[in-house]
């Protein structure tokens, strides 16, 4: 059974900082690493997905991936009050359509 | 933005009830998911449809859930015989062909009393 899981549960930075999340993952024959956003009251919306190993920047976010390791890390840059939200590793795999695996998450709060 | 309808957005059933939801997925998307989210935010994979057709479901579907994507109609997801344990978001998700982005609705809010 493939297993993900994230770290830390919940994080708190100041306006204007970095946040920094953190995915490992079971599996190094995972396809392609998602990460998505969730406010509540809402579904999960993808930010950013990275499939070879290095790193990929998109904005304000930035994905680091070492299969070596089975992990993964997300980076937004210059956090907003905005960006508080519930932050989803997900990992698919070829087999049965693609279905995500998720981690439960990390909870961010960026104070103004 | 998301275009994925769920429907209802809140559901409330006794224990035994029949509890069921729909979804449309976003226009042009083959393949659609359920996933079932719960109050710790464990995400459980569900059962997923290319066209009508099932491409994977889990044992737990199999048994008191079934689910189907007609086609030219919202696909459904109808648990036979609620359970408190099935207190939970559910997600319908939509995806093109291939391996790219899946697309969530905002989910439908059952609660077995």
């Known amino acids: 059974q493939e297993k993900v899981q994230q770290s830390p549960e919940s994080l708190i930075v100041p306006e204007g900082a970095m946040s920094s999340l953190n995915c490992t993952f079971s599996?190094?024959?995972?396809?392609s690493i998602w990460w998505y956003q969730q406010h509540p009251g809402k579904g999960p919306e993808a930010l950013i997905?990275?499939?070879?190993?290095g790193n990929k920047k998109e904005g304000r976010l930035t994905v680091y991936l070492n299969r070596a390791s089975l992990h993964v890390s997300l980076h937004i840059r210059d956090s907003q009050p905005s960006d508080s939200a519930v932050y989803l590793c997900?990992?698919?795999?070829?087999?049965?359509?693609?279905?995500?695996?998720f981690g439960t998450g990390t909870t961010v709060s960026v104070s103004p | 933005n998301s275009k994925v309808i769920q429907t209802p957005r809140y559901l409330v059933k006794g224990q035994g009830q029949k509890a069921k939801m729909r979804c449309i997925p976003e226009?042009?998307?083959?393949?659609v998911f359920w996933y079932q989210q719960n109050k710790n935010n464990e995400f459980k994979f569900l059962i997923n449809?290319?066209?009508?057709?099932?491409?994977?479901q889990i044992d737990m579907t199999e048994k008191r859930f079934s689910a189907e994507c007609p086609s030219n109609s919202p696909c459904s997801l109808e648990i036979q015989s609620s359970e408190a344990g099935d207190s939970a978001l559910y997600l319908c998700?939509?995806?093109?062909?291939?391996?790219?982005?899946?697309?969530f609705g905002p989910g439908t809010r059952l609660t077995v009393l």
């Open positions: 226009k042009g998307h083959p393949v």
């Open positions: 449809f290319q066209n009508q057709e099932v491409l994977q």
């Open positions: 998700a939509s995806r093109s062909g291939g391996a790219g982005e899946q697309y």
């Open positions: 599996n190094s024959a995972s396809q």
């Open positions: 997900a990992v698919s795999f070829y087999q049965g359509g693609r279905a995500l695996i």
């Open positions: 997905s990275i499939f070879s190993n």
